[in-house]
């Protein structure tokens, strides 16, 4: 999988410990030069827990690719979400290593991305008590799985 770090969201970037809430993660990506995302190509977005993630006994955390007018994105639901992993329950932890998404970005379409996009958490119930993440662009994802083999014995 190709990294390019100017398309980087987040590099082992601790998650916000704050309650029920929405946050923003790491940089922003400015598509005022470039905005035609994955136009003549494929582009994937990319989350995975680089440590890992824990929260208080019911904590659900979900992840969403915004994008706003400004750097500073708004958490106030006024931003336009593109994708959104979904919330998932964190209970015993999210394992480092976990793939929360890997997803071609969306086109366009009826909600056109907006000049910054980025990263949010979205806490639900209890506050996430620690954990960090990678999110990034890339041309290629690593998809490769090993399967049992029927013929292996």
């Not at 999988?1 to 993660?25: C, H, P, Q, W």
């Not at 400015?30 to 003549?40: E, K, M, W």
């Not at 994008?67 to 015993?92: K, N």
Request: proline residues 3%; negative net charge.
């Amino acid at each position: 999988m190709i990294i390019d770090k100017r398309n980087e969201f987040a590099s082992a970037t601790a998650l916000n410990t704050g309650g029920a809430g929405t946050y923003n993660v790491g940089d922003v990506i400015d598509l005022s030069v470039a905005n035609d995302l994955g136009g003549d190509g494929a582009l994937y977005l990319v989350i995975q827990a680089d440590s890992t993630i824990t929260a208080g006994a019911s904590g659900t955390v979900a992840f969403q690719l915004v994008s706003d007018a400004g750097s500073a994105l708004e958490t106030d639901g006024s931003q336009s979400v593109h994708f959104s992993t979904g919330a998932r329950t964190v209970g015993a932890g999210i394992p480092a290593g976990t793939v929360l998404a890997a997803v071609q970005l969306p086109m366009e379409g009826s909600k056109p991305y907006e000049r910054f996009i980025g990263i949010q958490q979205v806490t639900g119930t209890a506050a996430v008590t620690a954990g960090k993440i990678n999110a990034f662009l890339t041309p290629d994802v690593a998809r490769w799985k090993a399967y049992d083999s029927p013929s292996q014995s």
